[in-house]
């Protein structure tokens, strides 16, 4: 790319492809989406952008003109993190990476000053953004990174280099475009392809394809899970409202750990970061504290009472896993349970029999179900006539407030792009007006 003389001395700090968020100081990016991004740069300057990224001028202004800034932003992205020399960890997989990236954050941030990609910052924009932003005095950057088709991970692998990469999981997201789970781990083991020999690589041993891998990498390989096949295992997994606590052994140490989620699908996402926390020189004590005080994300999983209900939000996403995980934390919960479920996307073919499995355990978890989306009906169909099916959030969310009763359990969970909060929202407005 090329830079006018008279602006070569420009600094930034941070990127941002949105006007709407822009912060003074950014790298405004130009990128080609529904619209031509050029058409933004005049609003970036008056928001107080430091310079732009794009692909050809059109006006006088700092300006970096590169002839793909997508590519350009990896590549300045690589640069920025090899200057700060950062220990890099990245995460992957295909349920729970934001959970344990923040997971692993928390437990480093103890003794390292972490940066890490803030939320839904996975991707080939999203990712190297967000590296962009992390201050100069950063030791260790955690990176999560997402995929839906291959070559992906690969891109970010090269960018962020990883000292530590974890694959917590090789599950059905994403299917559609990956054709088999063999597929998906293919995509998710693109992870190695930036990692010098030297690096780590953390995996799930309880996932049947990441035990068994056809194409054993370079890299030395440690295992956490639930068995004694792994270096980092955990036993004597004990789940009260609110509570979750488990043994940790990782050789010679033994230790508990308790945290306050609930399922115990978070126990292998403490794992990882327990593993990571251990190979970073984090003592036991630190661990122990940081998981102890860890606070899961706003809109993932959040369990709360409202007028004699207890509710379940859990709408950030959901593919077969981590709607089995939700259903279980619903069946574990004292009280008439109801699950108000929406589709999940991009399960492509495999959409109509996944739907219809998700019927048949949530009829064996709930009482009653509520089913949203064009695929409700496979899950109806799966239920033995226990799941209603709706195609409009206010209707769904005014039979609920007819079924509901104080003292249910609601458990309300669908794709991001099921809007499952719209329900929730709409049903907290109905009991607060029969309440007044």
Aim: charged letters at 25%; proline letters at 4%.
């Amino acid at each position: 790319g090329f830079v006018e003389e008279k602006y070569a001395d420009i600094e930034f700090l941070g990127a941002n492809n949105d006007t709407r968020v822009l912060q003074p100081g950014q790298l405004f990016i130009v990128l080609q989406g529904a619209r031509d991004g050029h058409d933004f740069i005049s609003a970036a300057i008056e928001k107080g952008a430091a310079a732009v990224l794009c692909s050809r001028k059109v006006g006088d202004y700092p300006a970096i003109i590169v002839e793909d800034p997508r590519i350009a932003l990896g590549i300045i992205a690589r640069e920025e993190l090899k200057r700060i020399g950062p220990k890099v960890v990245a995460v992957t997989g295909s349920v729970g990476k934001s959970t344990t990236k923040e997971m692993i954050a928390c437990v480093l941030s103890g003794i390292y000053r972490v940066g890490k990609t803030p939320v839904n910052h996975n991707n080939d924009i999203g990712m190297p953004m967000a590296v962009l932003s992390m201050p100069e005095d950063t030791e260790v950057a955690v990176l999560e990174m997402g995929m839906n088709h291959f070559r992906e991970i690969a891109y970010l692998s090269e960018i962020a280099k990883p000292d530590v990469g974890v694959i917590i999981n090789v599950g059905t997201m994403h299917i559609e475009y990956l054709g088999s789970r063999e597929g998906i781990r293919k995509a998710k083991m693109e992870i190695v392809e930036g990692m010098s020999p030297e690096g780590q690589l953390l995996l799930n041993g309880d996932n049947d394809l990441l035990r068994n891998l056809e194409e054993v990498p370079t890299q030395p390989i440690t295992y956490f899970g639930s068995d004694e096949g792994c270096a980092v295992w955990a036993k004597d997994v004990h789940q009260e409202p609110g509570l979750l606590s488990f043994t940790v052994t990782a050789g010679e140490k033994v230790f508990p750990v308790e945290m306050a989620l609930e399922g115990a699908h978070f126990v292998s996402d403490a794992l990882a970061a327990i593993a990571v926390g251990l190979k970073m020189g984090v003592s036991v004590e630190r661990i122990q504290a940081a998981l102890a005080g860890f606070q899961n994300m706003a809109g993932r999983q959040e369990i709360f009472e409202k007028n004699g209900f207890t509710i379940i939000k859990d709408c950030y996403n959901a593919g077969p896993e981590s709607m089995a995980a939700a259903l279980n934390v619903l069946s574990g919960r004292k009280g008439r349970k109801i699950a108000v479920l929406g589709d999940m996307l991009e399960l492509g073919d495999c959409a109509p029999a996944e739907h219809e499995k998700l019927g048949k355990l949530a009829a064996e978890k709930a009482d009653l179900i509520f089913a949203y989306g064009p695929n409700a009906k496979y899950v109806a169909g799966g239920s033995n006539g226990k799941a209603l099916t709706f195609e409009d959030h206010a209707v769904l969310a005014s039979a609920l407030k007819d079924a509901a009763l104080p003292g249910d359990v609601i458990l309300f969970k669908g794709s991001r792009g099921m809007h499952m909060e719209v329900v929730l929202e709409a049903f907290m407005r109905k009991i607060n007006k029969s309440e007044e």
